[in-house]
Nanobody, 118 residues
Framework: QVQLVESGGGLVEAGGSLRISCVAS????????MAWYRQTPGKQRELVAS???????DYADSVKGRFTISRDNAKNTVWLQMNSLKAEDTAVYYC????????????WGTGTQVTVTS
């Protein structure tokens, strides 16, 4: 099982930047994809950015050009650099991993709050 722990959330003014991190630990063979999702009250969780193993990152249209996902496979870590933040980016951000361990599995972190004040 993979445990995902996010960190780096907080309060930031509109136009500012924030970087959140996620570290994977536990028993696993290979982590395939890692991604960031976000959710606000009353809405479905939405994909923000994904980083497939060996593939090109993909982004939601709403964050293209502002957010950058990166990962270090040796450290089992994924980051989300968020620039030019807007009030509508306010959400709980969740880390997601797709990995292999006695079969293909998925795991979610518990989330980190990002609040953008306008």
């Amino acid at each position: 099982q993979v445990q995902l722990v996010e960190s780096g959330g907080g309060l930031v003014e509109a136009g500012g930047s924030l970087r959140i991190s996620c570290v994977a630990s536990g028993r696993f063979g290979v982590i395939n994809a890692m991604a960031w999702y976000r959710q606000t009250p009353g809405k479905q969780r939405e994909l923000v950015a994904s980083s497939p193993s060996g593939g090109r990152p993909d982004y939601a249209d709403s964050v293209k050009g502002r957010f950058t996902i990166s990962r270090d496979n040796a450290k089992n870590t994924v980051w989300l650099q968020m620039n030019s933040l807007k009030a509508e980016d306010t959400a709980v951000y969740y880390c997601y991993a797709d990995y292999y361990y006695i079969g293909r599995k998925t795991s979610w972190g518990t989330g980190t709050q990002v609040t953008v004040t306008s």
